[in-house]
């Protein structure tokens, strides 16, 4: 069984930059779809970053600014945010689904979810 714990939050300036880390344990990263999601107060939970066997992407509210990486040798998934915005002000959370499949947006498409992190961008 996977389990995934985020680790990174915190609060920072508008402009400010930070790393989430989601180290995996119970099983290797290498054969899962991994994505980054975040859900504010009152929002919809929403895709952020995911990579999979063609790749990271991002979506488009944050490319540029957010990139996805993953070590599997460290068993470890990471988003580093860079130039973060107040509106990036959410719980994240990491989640993986088990197979060789491409990106995906939905929450539907991933098994395995960590506690999530809060991050907080304000002045």
């Known amino acids: 069984q996977l389990q995934l714990v985020e680790s990174g939050g915190g609060l920072v300036q508008p402009g400010g930059s930070l790393r989430l880390s989601c180290a995996a344990s119970?099983?290797?990263?290498?054969?899962?779809?991994l994505g980054w999601f975040r859900q504010a107060p009152g929002k919809e939970r929403e895709g952020v970053s995911c990579?999979?066997?063609?790749?990271?992407r991002s979506n488009d509210s944050v490319k540029g600014r957010f990139t996805i990486s993953r070590d599997n040798a460290k068993n470890t998934v990471y988003l580093q945010m860079n130039s973060l915005k107040p509106e990036d002000t959410a719980v994240y959370y990491c989640?993986?689904?088990?197979?060789?499949?491409?990106?995906?947006?939905?929450?539907?498409?991933?098994?395995?979810w960590g506690q999530g992190t809060q991050v907080t961008v304000s002045s």
């Open positions: 119970g099983s290797a990263l290498d054969y899962y779809r």
């Open positions: 989640a993986a689904h088990l197979g060789p499949f491409g990106c995906s947006w939905s929450p539907d498409a991933y098994d395995y």
């Open positions: 990579i999979s066997i063609s790749g990271g």
